[in-house]
């Protein structure tokens, strides 16, 4: 698949991903939290799935993202298997779509450039094999992870 089939399946949105019509946890309701309970948790770089509730989502794939420590203890690695989980789900689920925050770059302190670069990367390297999702959003809070995935984007081509 060219390159270029691959970007038309991936959009950068900036705003509150709660508002997309996509999975995520918070607005779903106590049920989902509910249903977290009995996952067993969820270790760094894995992923879970459970249902949507209050959500127009059936869906919300919960993921638990690296905390930045200067890079050295395989966070790069955790931060990539986080979006592949999530894929992986995804397809195993046969989700048409899916969105993504900016997984660790908030309180884990992950630098945003880098984990928008990791993103892209290895989301793209997911839609060149598979093409059951057709459509991936970064939903991005605020300028900077905005202009962060766009220059990730920007530089698949």
Known sequence: MIIKEI???MSIVEGDITRLDVAIHAAAGPKLLEECRGLGGCPTGEARITRGYGLSA?????????VWQGGGQDE???????????LSLALE???????????STGVYRFP??????????????????D??????????????STKAHQMALEGLK
């Open 58 to 66: 059936g869906y919300v794939i919960h993921t638990v993202g690296p």
């Open 76 to 86: 790069k690695a955790l931060l990539a298997g986080c979006y592949r989980a999530s």
């Open 93 to 103: 689920n046969s989700l048409p779509s899916i969105a993504f925050p900016a997984i």
């Open 7 to 9: 970007l038309q399946r």
């Open 131 to 144: 093409r059951v999702l057709e459509t991936v959003i970064f939903c991005c809070f605020g300028e900077d």
């Open 112 to 129: 945003p450039a880098l984990a928008a670069g990791i993103a892209v990367a290895t989301v793209a390297e997911v839609l060149a094999r």
